[in-house]
Nanobody, 126 residues
Framework: VQLQASGGGLVQPGGSLTLSCVHS????????IGWFRQAPGKEREGIAC????????AYATSVRGRFTISRDRAKNTVYLQMNSLQVEDTAVYYC????????????????????WGRGTLVTVSS
């Protein structure tokens, strides 16, 4: 199983970035892909998740309305479109995969994710 996140960088407040997570090695329709982030001195938090079997999506309150998770099944890629970025969004962003279809109440719990990619740093600063 491999997960590779990319697309991080430096962006000004109010700007946009799109992160990509290329994944392989597990059954697509029995998986949940999640985006997590960890800011300096803070705990890792789940921010956006997609259940592959039915395209069910969930967002944390902190990003709802600004971030959009989507997928391209042909490319084995999950995206995180981030708009209206704020300084508080500065963090290392990780994509993770659970080898099962998670219920919504579990989607943001990192302990249910089996595989993790290396993070990509997003810095929001003027």
């Amino acid at each position: 199983v491999q997960l590779q996140a990319s697309g991080g960088g430096l962006v000004q407040p109010g700007g946009s970035l799109t992160l990509s997570c290329v994944h392989s090695g597990f059954t697509l329709d029995s998986s949940t892909i999640g985006w997590f982030r960890q800011a300096p001195g803070k705990e890792r938090e789940g921010i956006a998740c997609i259940r592959q079997a039915d395209n069910n999506k969930a967002y944390a309150t902190s990003v709802r309305g600004r971030f959009t998770i989507s997928r391209d099944r042909a490319k084995n890629t999950v995206y995180l479109q981030m708009n209206s970025l704020q300084v508080e969004d500065t963090a290392v962003y990780y994509c993770a995969a659970a080898a099962r279809n998670l219920i919504r109440s579990s989607m943001f719990a990192s302990q249910y994710y089996d595989y993790w990619g290396r993070g990509t740093l997003v810095t929001v600063s003027s």
